[in-house]
Every structure is written in structure tokens, then in C-alpha cells.
């Protein structure tokens, strides 16, 4: 008897969860998949600075290589990651705020609606 209620609150959690999704999905859609976009673009630019951008550094060091392509390969980290900061800058404070706003007024509406009919 208590597993039966452990899996029923668990299923009720993620029912909840899934409704909620559902519904800032139809809501404002940009909101989740600009969020995702987010984190993937951060995780993106960080691992291929920490992978191959340091890599290219010590092996043209090792073999002796120029400056030019050295300090390229620095100038289109530094340019990625000022765009990983631009679009993390415009999401957080430009269109998060608005998205929050018109999720607010999206359910204080379907509240209102709701309240009407009963």
C-alpha cells in the first residue's frame, strides 16, 4: 500500500511538471528553447576554448609556429564567447522580463476565464 502512494505522488509531480511545461510552451516558446539555447551555446563555447583553443596553443608553442594564427585562434574565442555574453545579456534582461510579464497575463487570464464559467 505505501508503494502505490509513493508512485502516485511521484506520477502527480510529474504530471504537474509536464502540464506546466506544456503550458509556458504555448505560452511564450521562445522562452524554453532560448533557455536551452543558452546553456548549450555556454557549454559549446567553453568546451571547444578548454579543448581545442588551448591544444592549438601549446602545439604551435611546441612546434614552434607564428604569432598570427596563434592570436587568431585567440581573437575568434574571445569574439565567441563576447557573443555567448551578448545573447545571454539580451535573454536574461530584455526578453525574460517581457516573457514573465506575458506569462502573468496568459494565466491571470485563463484564472479569470476559468472563475467566470463556474
Known sequence: MEKTKKKSVFH????????????????????????????????????????????????????????GPVFLMLGISVGLVCVNIGYSSFFENIYKKRAVVK?????????????QQA
Request: proline share 1%; glycine share 4%.
Open 12 to 67: 502527480h509531480c510529474i504530471s504537474n511538471n509536464w502540464y506546466m511545461m506544456r503550458y509556458v510552451l504555448r505560452s511564450v516558446p521562445f522562452f524554453a528553447l532560448g533557455s536551452l539555447l543558452q546553456a548549450l551555446l555556454a557549454a559549446a563555447i567553453s568546451a571547444s576554448i578548454n579543448i581545442y583553443v588551448i591544444k592549438y596553443i601549446i602545439d604551435a608553442v611546441q612546434y614552434g609556429r607564428g604569432a
Open 103 to 115: 506569462f502573468r497575463n496568459r494565466m491571470m487570464k485563463e484564472v479569470y476565464q476559468k472563475a
